[in-house]
């Protein structure tokens, strides 16, 4: 019981001291830089109907696909302890197939081109 109440009071303690210590110690000095807002490198004080290439897009896409493939076949492993493990493979190789063909397609029709 002493021994709970020791630990209590001493993380108690450390979390005010912390809490204290990070509330003074950063120094605040904003300025017109720090104040503007971030806009993913365009110039937030410029117009806002500037041109900006599409392929930004394309590559979002691609990501989050190949993102969502990764979260598709990360049960794979545990794919062996099923009592059909065969079907969970062959639908894993099936999305593998369908998401390779059509970064294929992409590829060969020039859509991973940078330049335009």
């Known amino acids: ?13 450390l979390s005010i001291v912390l809490a204290i210590v990070a509330f003074w110690l950063p120094q605040m000095n904003p300025d017109m830089e720090k104040l503007s807002p971030y806009e993913c490198g365009f110039d937030p004080l410029g117009s806002a109907r500037l041109p900006f290439s ?5 590559i979002a896409i691609l ?5 969502l493939e990764i979260a598709l076949l990360l049960p794979l492993p545990w794919a062996n302890h099923l009592s059909n493990p065969l079907l969970t493979l062959t639908l894993a190789a099936a999305v593998l197939a369908l998401l390779t063909l059509g970064l294929a397609y992409e590829w060969i029709q020039g859509g991973l081109e940078w330049a335009e």
């Open 63 to 67: 990501f989050l696909l190949f993102d």
């Open 1 to 13: 019981m002493n021994l709970v109440i020791t630990v209590l009071v001493i993380t108690t303690t």
């Open 54 to 58: 599409i392929r930004f897009f394309l």
